[in-house]
């Protein structure tokens, strides 16, 4: 049903070049690596409180979304 990767992904030379010259950081080519990793170590230094509900606490949100490369902007 399904094709090996090496069968059903086929790059053209064009596609090659760009994949080996790529810079993969922290911020580029976006802030999802940074974010993810502020995630973690979110966790890793606090005690996980969650609710009954198993759900994070309304208070962790804002502190997650300040250690985010692009905090969105809360008007609660």
């Not at 790059?11 to 993969?24: A, F, G, S, T, Y």
């Not at 962790?60 to 969105?72: C, G, K, Q, W």
């Amino acid at each position: 049903m399904f094709l090996p990767l090496s069968e059903g992904l086929k790059l053209l030379p064009e596609q090659k070049k760009l994949l080996k010259n790529l810079v993969i950081d922290d911020h580029q080519p976006g802030t999802l690596l940074h974010d993810f990793e502020a995630l973690l170590n979110f966790f890793n230094e606090r005690e996980r409180t969650l609710t009954d509900a198993h759900q994070l606490q309304l208070r962790t949100l804002s502190d997650i979304n300040e250690r985010l490369a692009n905090p969105v902007q809360l008007a609660l």
